[in-house]
C-alpha cells in the first residue's frame, strides 16, 4: 500500500552508474556530472551532493536560475552553465557560476560586465558549432572574437562542442565530420590562447560509442539516471528512478457509461476502472491518454484510458482484482522510462524532466 505519488530515487544506483562511466574515462578525464532540469527531474541539489560524496567535482546546469538554487544549496564545486541568456549575466558573477559564451553577443555583454566590475580573469568556457547548428561560435566568429578578447578578462577553462548524433550507429558520416571540425577548432584555440583551455565534446551516448574522443573531458547527464540510449549500453546502467501512485478510487463502470472528460472512454462492457494521482501537470502529458501509455498494477500491464486530466488519470482495471491503495506503477527499473515513452514517441529525457515538484521525492 502507498499513500500518495512518488519518486522513488535509488542512490545506489546513482553510484553505479557514475561508477560505470568513469570505468570507461582514463583517469585524467573530468566527468561533468549534468544536473540541469533539476537533475533531469530527479532533484538537482541531491543529485549534486551525492555525486559530490561519490568525487564528483565539476556540476553543469542549463541556466543560470539553476546554478543559483545548487550554490544555495551549498555546492561549492565549479558548476558551468550552458546557455547564459543576457539578463543572467549578473547573478552568473554573483553565485561565481561559469558561463559558457557562445556567440560574439553574448561574449561582448559579458566582458562588457566585467570591465564595468573591474574583474579579471573568470572563469569561462566557449562553446562552438560543428554540425548541431544549435547554438556555439564558428570557426570564422572564434577566430575573430580569441584574437579580439583574450586579454585578461577571461579566463578560458575550456572549449568544447556538442554532437548532434551520437547514439547513432558508427560509423556515421556526420560525426565524423563534427570531430574533423572540432580538430580544426583545437588547432586554432592552441594557436591563440597560451592558457590552454581543456577540450570536449562528449555527452553520455559519445561515452559508449565514442571513447576513444573523451579529450580532456565529457558533459554526462541521462547515463546518470540511468540510460545511454541503446539497448546494450542500457543494460551496464540503472534507471535511478520509479514513479509510482496509489490507486485512490475504484469505480465499477456499467456498458456504454464514460469515464473521464470528454467522454474520453466508454465502457464496452462492465469494467473497473483505477483513479491513479497524477496528471499531466505532473509530466504525464495527454499523449499518453487513451490506451496509449501502460502501468503495472500487481505484475500485470494495464491501459490509461480516457483522456489523461491534470491532476489525475484513469486505468482500466477489469481484469485485475485489487483494493484502493494498491500501487501503481509508471516506471521502474524493470520497465523503464524509456518503455513507456516510447509508446507515445518520446524519449526518457522528456518525461524525466517534466515531472512536477509535487512529487513526493523518496530516497533509498
Ligand atoms: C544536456 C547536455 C549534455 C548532457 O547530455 P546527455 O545526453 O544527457 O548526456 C551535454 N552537453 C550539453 C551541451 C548539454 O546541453
Request: aromatic share 8%.
Amino acid at each position: 500500500m502507498i499513500k500518495e505519488a512518488r519518486l522513488t530515487i535509488n542512490l545506489d544506483s546513482l553510484a553505479h552508474n557514475y561508477k560505470t562511466l568513469k570505468s570507461k574515462l582514463n583517469p585524467e578525464t573530468t566527468l561533468i556530472a549534468v544536473v540541469k532540469a533539476n537533475g533531469y527531474g530527479n532533484d538537482g541539489v541531491r543529485i549534486a551532493q551525492e555525486l559530490s560524496k561519490l568525487g564528483a567535482t565539476y556540476f553543469a546546469v542549463a541556466y543560470a536560475s539553476e546554478g543559483n538554487i545548487l550554490r544555495k544549496s551549498g555546492i561549492k564545486d565549479s558548476l558551468m552553465v550552458f546557455y547564459p541568456q543576457e539578463a543572467q549575466l549578473e547573478q552568473i558573477i554573483e553565485h561565481q557560476l561559469e558561463p559558457v559564451l557562445y556567440n560574439l553577443e553574448i561574449s561582448n555583454a559579458f566582458i562588457s560586465l566585467l570591465k564595468e566590475k573591474n574583474i579579471e580573469n573568470y572563469p569561462v568556457h566557449i562553446k562552438c558549432n560543428t554540425g548541431l547548428n544549435r547554438i556555439g561560435f564558428s570557426l570564422e566568429n572564434l577566430d575573430s572574437f580569441l584574437r579580439k578578447s583574450n586579454g585578461p578578462l577571461l579566463d578560458i577553462k575550456s572549449v568544447y562542442s556538442h554532437l548532434g548524433f551520437s547514439e547513432n550507429p558508427k560509423p556515421c558520416a556526420l560525426t565524423k565530420k563534427q570531430f574533423y571540425t572540432f580538430e580544426l577548432i583545437k588547432s586554432r584555440v592552441r594557436e591563440l590562447c597560451p592558457s590552454l583551455p581543456k577540450f570536449h565534446v562528449l555527452n553520455s551516448s559519445g561515452v559508449f560509442n565514442y571513447p576513444e574522443h573523451q579529450l580532456d573531458a565529457v558533459r554526462t547527464g541521462i547515463a546518470l539516471y540511468g540510460f545511454a540510449n541503446n539497448p546494450e549500453w542500457n543494460k551496464t546502467l540503472k534507471p535511478i528512478a520509479k514513479l509510482s501512485a496509489p490507486i485512490c478510487q475504484i469505480h465499477f463502470i456499467k456498458k456504454g457509461e464514460s469515464v473521464g472528460y470528454n467522454k474520453g472512454w466508454i465502457a464496452s462492457k462492465e469494467s473497473r476502472i483505477g483513479i491513479i494521482p497524477l496528471g499531466h501537470a505532473d509530466g504525464i502529458g495527454r499523449q499518453y491518454g487513451n490506451g496509449v501509455g501502460k502501468v503495472r498494477v500487481l505484475g500485470q500491464t494495464v491501459p490509461i484510458i480516457g483522456n489523461v486530466c491534470m491532476d489525475m488519470l484513469m486505468i482500466d482495471l477489469t481484469s485485475i482484482d485489487c483494493p484502493t491503495g494498491t500501487e501503481a506503477i509508471i516506471f521502474d527499473q524493470n520497465f523503464t522510462a524509456s518503455d513507456f515513452t516510447a509508446a507515445a514517441n518520446t524519449i526518457s529525457y522528456e518525461i524525466l524532466t517534466s515531472l512536477s515538484p509535487r512529487i513526493q521525492r523518496v530516497y533509498v
